[in-house]
């Protein structure tokens, strides 16, 4: 896998971030590039948008980054009344063109274009079932399979939001979507709530996006979260909603305060940052350490820093500085390559290490492979004691529904014990968040989360 200039080697990936919009003033591919522009933390590897000009579907995508894949006589081209976009990590299915979304398909009833951010469990009888129909699948996401059932289901259907309730009714997994159809925005969301998706307004504009800070990009106004299962369409202008495959709270991602979202955006009625903010003072009363100086490995274990000072009284500082501009194809993916980018991409400031004893918070620990790395750098800029405390608890399980955290046999924290784990990384002290504690980081969001890579208790049934 190659290194994107956003994350070092090893580090946790999500699935994609979606964005649509409906806006009578048109020039709506314009916006959705601003849009996903702001939700490229979410995927590097493709990205694409759909649009449509009086019913007229025109699509473009291709792997690379938005900045990469657009330029304006592109997006100049596709203008749109409505349009959809998408940026993409492969969770499932390989990184090539052939994956990238928006997946646009043509059938008896018109055109669907389908965006998707999530994983679905248990879909290889679904898959099959199409093959024996005589469909010819042309990714290997599991995203083309939800198309292929809206699709289906809108032959028998009055509606494409008929078809769309029906065809999502029976999934399993996480799926927020976008589906347009010529004259149709629709949004919607599983029934379990993993992953988010917000509704914005601008004028007569309506937009939906994975998070807050991208209709905000697009200077709109969120106006909520979709509620679990719910459906939103819009039609000539006017949003309605369907809640018939509804069931409750849900179970939002509890990795997407930790890691995933940007700190700027709000899910479920809390602030992202906030919610970092609040596991580090929670490691901080959790697990006190003698130390002269707390810092972040950037980016998300910034914010948790902060409030590990704040709660411990230790003073914050800057330890790392980030090389934001490697380029996409500058890593090859062999091990020995991932350790000299830990060099490439952080280098530790040895005048606010140099002599100290550190607290280093970091956001979580995987595979394992950079955290000796990580801690060597600031060993070699001087520092007296590197003290380890992770805004996540040991990753014990997979993860189904989109986030790529590997199997068992990969998970450090399933072959050693945290004090193996300590001497494995060089570190002085190791802390993990502990369960208890996640539980307490997001005080002002309004659903209930899913814990299955901490706890391997899932929401839904993972069993094939």
């Known amino acids: 896998m190659e290194l994107s200039p956003f994350e070092l080697p090893g580090a946790l990936h999500e699935e994609c971030g979606v964005f649509g919009i409906y806006d009578p003033a048109g020039n709506c591919a314009q916006s959705t590039y ?24 025109s699509f473009h995508k291709d ?11 592109t997006l100049q081209r596709l ?16 990184g090539e063109r052939e994956n990238a979304q928006p997946l646009t398909i043509k059938y008896v009833k018109g055109t669907l274009a389908v965006v998707h951010n999530g994983n679905l469990v248990g879909v290889e009888d679904l898959r099959r079932e199409f093959e024996y129909r005589g469909a010819i699948f042309h990714t290997t996401s599991d995203s083309e399979l939800i198309a292929y059932s809206i699709a289906q289901a809108r032959i028998w259907s009055s509606s494409v939001e008929e078809a769309v309730q029906r065809a ?28 988010p998706l917000c509704m914005g307004r601008k004028g007569k504009a309506i937009m939906f ?11 709109g106004t969120v106006e909520r979260e ?8 819009v039609h000539d202008g006017q949003a309605r909603s369907i809640r018939t495959n509804c069931r409750g709270s849900g179970h939002m991602c509890i990795f997407e305060y930790i890691y995933f979202a940007r700190p700027d955006s709000v899910i479920c009625g809390q602030s992202v940052h906030e919610a970092r903010v609040n596991a580090g003072r929670l490691l901080a009363r959790q697990s006190k350490v003698a130390a002269d100086v707390v810092i972040g490995v950037p980016d998300s274990g910034l914010d948790a820093a902060r409030g590990y000072a704040q709660e411990s009284g ?40 140099e002599g100290k004893r550190v607290v280093m918070i970091d956001d979580s620990i995987v595979r394992g492979t950079t955290c000796r790395q990580i801690i060597g750098l600031l060993r070699e800029a001087g520092a007296l004691e590197v003290h380890m405390r992770v805004t996540a608890p040991p990753f014990i399980a997979p993860c189904y529904f989109g986030t790529d955290i590997p199997d068992k046999s990969r998970l450090i924290s399933c072959r050693h014990t945290p004090e193996e784990i300590c001497e494995l990384a060089g570190a002085d002290s190791l802390e993990f968040l502990s369960l208890e504690n996640l539980r307490k980081l997001a005080p002002d969001a309004t659903c209930g989360f899913c814990e299955g890579c901490f706890t391997e208790e899932y929401p839904v049934d993972v069993r094939e």
């Open 168 to 195: 999502t009714r029976d999934l399993r997994g996480a799926f927020s979507l976008i589906v347009m159809s010529p004259q149709k925005l629709i949004a919607c969301r599983d029934p379990w709530g993993f992953r």
């Open 34 to 57: 601003y849009g996903l522009y702001a939700l490229q933390h979410r995927g590097q590897e493709a990205c694409g948008i759909a649009a449509i000009n009086d019913r007229e579907q």
């Open 79 to 94: 203008g749109g009344t409505m349009a959809v976009g998408h940026v993409r990590y492969a969770t499932t299915g390989a």
């Open 314 to 353: 230790i003073p914050y500082s800057v330890g790392f500085v980030k090389n934001r501009y490697v380029g996409r194809t500058f890593i090859t993916p062999d091990q020995s390559s991932r350790e000299q980018a830990v060099r490439i991409k952080l280098s530790a400031l040895r005048s606010e290490v």
């Open 63 to 73: 792997v690379g980054l938005v900045s990469e894949v657009f330029d304006r006589e």
């Open 209 to 219: 996006a994975s998070e807050s800070c991208a209709i905000v990009a697009v200077g």
């Open 226 to 233: 979709l509620d679990p299962g719910e459906i939103v369409v």
